[in-house]
């Protein structure tokens, strides 16, 4: 009863598994794998096992390592290696890499996040060539008086999920329930217990229960991302570490999420940044704006609150998108410089309301990274 076990030489607990074909010595599986974060130079490892009542036996192992041709896929007949195989054999495998395209992804996300406010907005072409919407959903409080969008694109066997930031009154009373709350869920970080339940409340709707077995289903097998603007970023900060932390936020740890991008997010955590759950930086970006019009500083006012000491945006690589003096600049900055994670209300420079607008965000990314 063979199966296939197969990882990455440097990553051996990071490992995917085929299903058993019983009572053959000539399987055929038609399993597909998707590796996420591996470089094209990694030696990829096949173990093929014997099912049995007692421990399973190890028939062969086989190796290649990863080149990209293309994007095409890629036919390989690999044998069994001696001394890893009692009565020799091989393995054929079919394999192809995806170079991701940062640049054209930041104009992506930021057009989602823009979408979820704008019907109508004017989409990039790569966002309208790829990307498929596959769920929209609204939450519609009690009363009736407001209501919190989410939706769910798709790209091959990727997938995105984009939050919807302050648009109603109700949204500016999340934003002011500053009391910290600590979830041992969520990596025991303590977060802003307005953004949380506002979370919480999204994710617990009849209509979520559809999104939610999409993100744990093939459809996205490839990677999922999180994005938003304002107090939707903030959502995705806190369902990326939640998701991340395998916790059981959601019942058996069903997905990660691969990468984070928000825009004009507020700070979510108070004494420490947000981060996976060994500390090490989110990945993705975090976009924020700032102009300097004849040497007088303003900020985007969100980005530096809760207008208190001690709130921190998470652990993620950042981007000032900045206007000097008519001219736009962007500067990166490390996922662990204190410039991108703590930026306090007090010692920024004027708060210019009109900077946090999601449209000049998208016009800022389209300037500083379009082609």
Known sequence: DPYVRVYAANKP??????????????????????????????????????HDYGPDTL?????????????????????????????????????????????????VMAD??????????????????????????????????????????QRGKECAIVFEGTDDTTDWV?????????????????????????????????EWAKVQMTLSGVECSAGIYTAGHSLGGALASIFTACVNAQKGYFAGNPFRVRELYTFGAPCVTIFHPLAEADG?????????????????????????????????????????????DGTYEKEELACDDTKTQYQSWHSTGWKKVSLHSMKDYVKRVKKMFGR
Request: with cysteine; charged share 25%; hydrophobic share 35%.
């Open 13 to 50: 607990g990071n490992h995917r598994e085929t299903g058993r074909k019983s009572n053959t010595q000539t399987p055929v599986w038609n399993f597909t794998m998707h590796f996420l974060e591996h470089k094209i130079s990694d030696m990829l490892v096949f173990d093929v096992w014997d």
């Open 59 to 107: 028939i062969g192992r086989a190796r290649v390592r990863l080149g990209c041709h293309g994007g095409q896929m890629r036919w390989e007949r690999l044998y069994f290696s001696q001394g890893d195989s009692k009565y020799g054999g091989s393995l054929t495998v079919a394999y192809s890499c995806h170079i991701e395209q940062h640049v054209d992804k930041y104009e």
């Open 112 to 153: 989602m996040a823009n979408q979820i406010y704008h019907e109508k907005a004017t989409l990039s072409l790569a966002f309208q060539k790829e990307w498929t919407m596959l769920h929209s959903i609204k939450r519609i409080s009690r009363f009736k008086y407001s209501e919190d969008n989410v939706q769910l694109y």
């Open 174 to 206: 999340t934003n002011l329930a500053l009391l910290p709350w600590r979830s041992s869920k969520c990596g025991g970080f303590l977060i802003h217990s307005g953004f949380y339940n506002e979370l919480n409340h999204v994710t617990t709707t009849k």
């Open 280 to 324: 090490q930086c989110l990945k993705g970006a975090r976009f924020f704006s700032e102009d300097d019009e004849h040497g007088s500083r303003s900020v985007d006012p969100v980005v530096t609150i809760p207008p208190f000491i001690g709130w921190w945006h998470p652990k993620i690589k950042g981007f000032l998108l900045k206007k000097v």
